[in-house]
């Protein structure tokens, strides 16, 4: 049965043939030409791509901080909720056990 992953790798295969056969029939200067340009391209991806990075990482510390003054302003208690919440657990769980007394049957 022929899907669409079936079509998919048979388009992608012929592109790549058409791909091969246009290289093998460049001179050797469209050859250097096409590289560097391929080079420039990928250079100039590598680029946004860490800008893009560092910009989304400052944007969501900003937002992370926004989010937490808004609650704060909204509901005041928050920050004491949270931590008596995770306090609790954190405490419950680092708190050695008590002995449990043994029981005569």
């Known amino acids: 049965m022929v899907n ?5 790798t048979f388009i992608l295969g012929a592109l ?3 791909a091969a056969g246009k290289y093998a ?6 050859k250097e030409k096409l590289m ?16 893009t ?6 944007y969501f510390t ?3 901080k926004k989010g937490t003054d ?3 302003e909204h509901f005041p208690g928050a920050e004491k909720w949270m931590n008596d919440i995770f306090a609790t657990k954190d405490t419950a769980a680092a708190a050695p056990e008590e002995p449990q007394p043994q029981q005569n049957i």
Do not use: C, F, Q, Y
């Not at 669409?4 to 998919?8: D, E, L």
């Not at 029939?25 to 469209?30: A, I, P, V």
């Not at 560097?36 to 391209?41: E, G, V």
């Not at 990075?53 to 400052?58: G, I, K, M, T, V």
């Open 16 to 18: 790549a043939g058409l």
């Open 4 to 8: 669409s992953k079936h079509i998919a």
């Open 25 to 30: 029939s460049m001179s050797t200067e469209e």
């Open 62 to 64: 900003e937002l992370s």
């Open 70 to 72: 808004a609650i704060k």
């Open 53 to 58: 990075a560092s910009e989304a990482r400052d």
């Open 36 to 51: 560097n340009s391929l080079k420039d391209k990928a250079s100039n991806l590598k680029d946004d791509a860490v800008k």
